[in-house]
T-cell receptor, first 117, second 115 residues
């Protein structure tokens, strides 16, 4: 499809387990973002990639969270030793920086709902 | 750091009623402002945006928003709502024009339209 694809759409895990969430951005989009949306809240920024490098990871809550984008396309958000408070919808977005798309015009995926029991 | 406030958490309107959703931001410098919408079961999508120029911006589906710099506001309006406007609406701001387009979102307003 032409949109941002995220897998899995739903993930239920037990406290202490390791989780990976995948994001496949729109083809050709150089910028990729991860956000987290808790119940009743707006999306909160986690990390931003420009190409392969993390340009801004100031939103990652602690060192249990890590994200990679090794080839500048697909990205994986990794959460170690999950806690119940990590339960949320994890959103991925991409944009075409410098390609005529103005700042902030992000294209979002449908999200991965993580439930930690 | 910038922040965004949406004071209306849940708004219920009848079809054909007029809509205004409030959005205030806190940041002393130049900002770019956005409204995103999330229809039930769908992903977030851009409704409209303001960067510069005419403070009254028009978006998709008959929505518009007015940037009032003196009030740090960017309220969303629609003169006559439809049942299909039922969704969650998020106001967002970014302060960077170059590269990092990190958005700061408000907590959202849930809009329910009664047929």
């Amino acid at each position: 499809g032409a949109g941002v694809s995220q897998t899995p759409s739903n993930k239920v895990t037990e406290k202490g387990k390791y989780v990976e969430l995948r994001c496949d951005p729109i083809s050709g989009h150089t910028a990729l973002y991860w956000y987290r949306q808790s119940l009743g809240q707006g999306p909160e920024f986690l990390i931003y990639f420009q190409g392969t490098g993390a340009a801004d990871d100031s939103g990652l809550p602690n060192d249990r969270f890590f994200a990679v984008r090794p080839e500048g396309s697909v990205s994986t958000l990794k959460i170690q030793r999950t806690e119940r408070g990590d339960s949320a919808v994890y959103l991925c977005a991409s944009s075409l920086v410098g390609g005529g798309t103005l700042p902030g015009e992000l294209f979002f995926g449908e999200g991965s709902r993580l439930t930690v029991l | 750091a910038q922040s965004v406030s949406q004071h209306n958490h849940h708004v219920i309107l009848s079809e054909a009623a007029s809509l205004e959703l409030g959005c205030n931001y806190s940041y002393g410098g130049t900002v770019n402002l956005f409204w995103y919408v999330q229809y039930p079961g769908q992903h977030l999508q851009l409704l409209l945006k303001y960067f510069s120029g005419d403070p009254l911006v028009k978006g998709i589906k008959g929505f518009e928003a007015e940037f009032i710099k003196s009030k740090f506001s960017f309220n969303l309006r629609k003169p006559s709502v439809q049942w299909s406007d039922t969704a969650e609406y998020f106001c967002a701001v970014t302060i960077s024009n170059f590269g990092n387009e990190k958005l700061t979102f408000g907590t959202g307003t849930r809009l329910t339209i009664i047929p």
